[in-house]
């Protein structure tokens, strides 16, 4: 079976009238750089991520450069970026002549490694770019706990003079700079959790979110790694693969005496 390289025809050929009068009517303004279409974008962007502005860039790559410039990923300093990645997530670094270290995948998820992340995190690490993939995140809050060097080097970082410029700069924008506080319990930590159906007394995004509070993972796939598949109604093909796994299974009321 031949298996074609991705291409945007066939979502071009799904909405092509949007999008040719989209082009259209920029062709008719010739507004073509930072035109009204960006501005709206920006605007559209900006409500969506509930923030007061939102900058409209090139690529994903322009991002991923311009976000490692101010992060400091640069002259020499070691930053850990998966295997298993577009380009760009390591581009971008060595564009700023830092230096990429690349951490093999977990063969579950395909996601970075976060055991091995942490065995090569050494003095000179800055930082970590996880990349989530086919519709499975990166555990953030693992990656966020990885390592003392991490952590003295975000200490380092709002010690620079110029990075406090840089966010009393930000502030008077209407950026707002503030720490997550989290509960001291922390019941669920080291427990990774799937969930599957649909919960009476919450909403799923709801029962993630509590969660990563006291500690817990989430996972998108049933695996040997798994330590909870919550189960509400009508459940889909995840509860199966539990079952065949031997992972085990709780129900709503059970799963909300977890969190309690």
């Known amino acids: ?9 066939r979502e071009y050929h799904k909405r092509k009238e949007e999008f040719d009068n989209a082009i259209f009517d920029v062709l008719e303004r ?7 279409d960006v501005a709206e974008f920006e605007k559209e962007a900006a409500k969506y991520l509930n923030v007061k502005y939102a900058i409209g860039v090139a690529s994903g790559s322009d991002a991923l450069v311009i976000g490692s410039d101010i992060l400091g990923f640069k002259d020499g300093a070691e930053v850990l970026t998966p295997t298993f990645t577009f380009f ?41 770019i996880p990349v989530h993939l086919f519709l499975q995140p990166t555990p953030m809050q693992k990656v966020m706990d990885i390592g003392p060097v991490v952590a003295r080097s975000i200490y380092d970082w709002f010690r620079e003079k110029k990075n406090l410029e840089f966010l ?3 502030k008077k924008v209407g950026v707002e700079v503030f720490e997550e506080k989290k509960p001291k319990r922390q019941p669920l930590r080291g427990k990774t959790f799937v969930l599957t159906g649909a919960l009476e007394t919450m909403s799923r995004e709801e029962a993630k979110e ?9 996972s998108e796939s049933v ?32 799963f909300l005496k977890l969190i309690r």
């Open 88 to 128: 760009a997530s390591t581009s971008c670094v060595a564009h700023l002549k830092g230096k990429p270290v690349l951490v093999d995948i977990d063969e579950e998820t395909l996601n970075m490694n976060l055991n091995q992340a942490e065995e090569k995190i050494t003095k000179n690490t800055k930082g970590i």
């Open 223 to 254: 695996s040997k790694k798994t330590d909870y598949v919550v189960v509400g109604k009508e459940p889909g093909s995840k509860l199966e693969r539990a079952k065949k796994l031997g992972v085990k299974t709780i129900n709503e009321p059970e």
């Open 30 to 36: 010739g507004d073509f750089i930072l035109g009204k």
């Open 1 to 9: 079976m031949k298996v074609p390289f991705y291409t945007s025809v």
């Open 168 to 170: 009393e700069k930000i």
């Open 210 to 218: 509590k969660i990563r509070l006291l500690g817990g993972e989430i």
